[in-house]
């Protein structure tokens, strides 16, 4: 079922390059005429009166979908992710709202053939289909050799999460922090060490240099100014924001039912940037819930490379924006989930600590993961930035350590 803009809206530049591969064809609908609240990553809409701002804000998050026709991954893998590439694509949305968060707010919406060359920009870069992009498909699914999966194997929530960790480092203009909490734990004080610290680049990593002269060869070329895209100082402050990454099991096949209330709970947190997960073997980016539905993006749509430097930008842009969203009973999500939180403060982070004690970890019922304030004295010691001195070649280091669990997620 899938809810939205009304497909009429949709330009038909978008018609024109859009495939669709999520079973049946696609049936537009709207939101349902319901009096239940609509929760969309901490924001609360009427489905009756807040029409148009549930739109919009939909509208305004950073779809990222199968491309094809971009250069072979690694030099000679293949040229577009379908098929394969869901999950990480799923990694990629979720990242994307938590940049969203960091540099333009959780408020910004997205307007239509007004693109400028600001933040925004430079966000959607992080992401474009090149080996150059911090956060490409390139460079994840390169990295995720790293985790043991091969280039064009199938990711599941947990790999993703490790993968964007260990990019994240890089991106000394978003200086993000992210932490994946591992065997459904969080430690309060592990995450505040890490914000609180600031990771070295290894001096044999030429990474940021190469791709720094070919952002301003690119923008110098194709006229856009803001050649500084991947260029930051790194922000010297006493907390770097945290993006939170809980992998969990719900259950064996399926999603065990006492956990469908806490779920639920998490999209109405300010501090939450949804889940990615999916039905059996399918990816998905869910960011809301209304009722006993959950709303997602689905990345399962293949257009053709987009060119983010090129003087026609602005039709490129109108593809990293759906129309349209679409719904699915809770009761069908599989049980491999990886739920994700931005905190730009401390403030935040321990509000949403306080909340989740009190809503999902609540001993009074079944608790989703664990939050606690100290480590476990039977773990092993707690590494903020684990060293990458066996840094080889770019964006590429061996993690001694494996959590990989995940079922494969994709359409067979």
């Not at 098929?83 to 333009?104: D, K, T």
């Not at 199938?154 to 993000?176: C, I, M």
């Not at 065990?256 to 501090?271: R, W």
């Given at each position: 079922?899938?809810?939205?803009?009304?497909?009429?809206?949709?330009?038909?530049?978008?018609?024109?390059?859009?495939?669709?591969?999520?079973?049946?064809?696609?049936?537009?609908?709207?939101?349902?005429?319901?009096?239940?609240?609509?929760?969309?990553?901490?924001?609360?809409?009427?489905?009756?009166?807040?029409?148009?701002?549930?739109?919009?804000?939909?509208?305004?998050?950073?779809?990222?979908?199968?491309?094809?026709?971009?250069?072979?991954?690694?030099?000679?893998?293949?040229?577009?992710?379908?098929?394969?590439?869901?999950?990480?694509?799923?990694?990629?949305?979720?990242?994307?709202?938590?940049?969203?968060?960091?540099?333009?707010?959780?408020?910004?919406?997205?307007?239509?053939?007004?693109?400028?060359?600001?933040?925004?920009?430079?966000?959607?870069?992080?992401?474009?289909?090149?080996?150059?992009?911090?956060?490409?498909?390139?460079?994840?699914?390169?990295?995720?050799?790293?985790?043991?999966?091969?280039?064009?194997?199938?990711?599941?929530?947990?790999?993703?999460?490790?993968?964007?960790?260990?990019?994240?480092?890089?991106?000394?203009?978003?200086?993000?922090?992210?932490?994946?909490?591992l065997d459904n734990t969080v430690i309060i004080d592990d995450i505040k060490l890490m914000c609180k610290s600031h990771p070295n680049t290894p001096d044999d990593v030429?990474?940021?240099?190469?791709?720094?002269?070919?952002?301003?060869?690119?923008?110098?070329?194709?006229?856009?100014?803001?050649?500084?895209?991947?260029?930051?100082?790194?922000?010297?402050?006493?907390?770097?924001?945290?993006?939170?990454?809980?992998?969990?099991?719900?259950?064996?096949?399926?999603?065990?039912?006492?956990?469908?209330?806490?779920?639920?709970?998490?999209?109405?947190?300010?501090?939450?940037?949804?889940?990615?997960?999916?039905?059996?073997?399918?990816?998905?980016?869910?960011?809301?819930?209304?009722?006993?539905?959950?709303?997602?993006?689905?990345?399962?749509?293949?257009?053709?490379?987009?060119?983010?430097?090129?003087?026609?930008?602005?039709?490129?842009?109108?593809?990293?924006?759906?129309?349209?969203?679409?719904?699915?009973?809770?009761?069908?999500?599989?049980?491999?989930?990886?739920?994700?939180?931005?905190?730009?403060?401390?403030?935040?982070?321990?509000?949403?600590?306080?909340?989740?004690?009190?809503?999902?970890?609540?001993?009074?019922?079944?608790?989703?993961?664990?939050?606690?304030?100290?480590?476990?004295?039977?773990?092993?010691?707690?590494?903020?930035?684990?060293?990458?001195?066996?840094?080889?070649?770019?964006?590429?280091?061996?993690?001694?350590?494996?959590?990989?669990?995940?079922?494969?997620?994709?359409?067979?």
């Open positions: 079922m899938a809810l939205g803009i009304n497909p009429n809206m949709m330009s038909a530049s978008i018609h024109s390059v859009l495939t669709y591969e999520s079973g049946g064809g696609l049936e537009y609908e709207d939101f349902p005429q319901t009096e239940d609240p609509v929760y969309i990553l901490g924001k609360c809409y009427s489905a009756l009166y807040d029409r148009e701002e549930l739109r919009n804000d939909i509208l305004s998050k950073i779809w990222l979908t199968y491309r094809k026709g971009f250069s072979p991954i690694g030099g000679t893998g293949p040229t577009t992710d379908a098929g394969w590439g869901c999950m990480l694509r799923c990694g990629q949305m979720i990242l994307a709202q938590a940049l969203v968060n960091r540099h333009l707010g959780r408020d910004w919406r997205w307007i239509h053939k007004n693109l400028s060359t600001g933040k925004y920009l430079d966000i959607l870069r992080l992401f474009q289909d090149v080996k150059g992009a911090y956060y490409s498909i390139h460079q994840i699914a390169s990295m995720g050799v790293s985790e043991g999966k091969s280039v064009g194997q199938w990711f599941g929530p947990n790999t993703v999460a490790q993968v964007l960790k260990k990019l994240s480092v890089y991106d000394e203009w978003s200086s993000l922090s992210i932490h994946v909490a030429v990474v940021n240099h190469t791709v720094d002269r070919r952002a301003k060869t690119i923008s110098k070329r194709s006229g856009v100014t803001n050649g500084d895209l991947y260029v930051g100082a790194t922000h010297k402050s006493s907390w770097r924001p945290l993006f939170l990454i809980v992998p969990l099991r719900l259950g064996l096949s399926e999603m065990n039912s006492v956990y469908v209330e806490s779920v639920k709970y998490t999209f109405t947190l300010p501090q939450s940037v949804g889940i990615i997960g999916g039905k059996p073997n399918h990816a998905h980016w869910f960011i809301g819930h209304v009722g006993d539905e959950l709303i997602y993006l689905d990345p399962h749509t293949t257009q053709p490379v987009a060119n983010l430097f090129s003087s026609d930008t602005k039709d490129n842009d109108e593809s990293y924006h759906c129309q349209f969203a679409s719904r699915m009973k809770i009761t069908l999500l599989d049980p491999s989930i990886a739920l994700g939180f931005y905190c730009g403060t401390e403030e935040d982070f321990d509000s949403l600590c306080r909340d989740l004690m009190l809503h999902v970890v609540n001993p009074r019922k079944t608790p989703m993961f664990e939050i606690h304030q100290t480590r476990p004295g039977h773990w092993p010691p707690f590494e903020p930035y684990p060293d990458q001195s066996g840094t080889k070649t770019e964006f590429t280091y061996v993690d001694e350590r494996h959590y990989d669990t995940d079922e494969e997620f994709e359409l067979l």
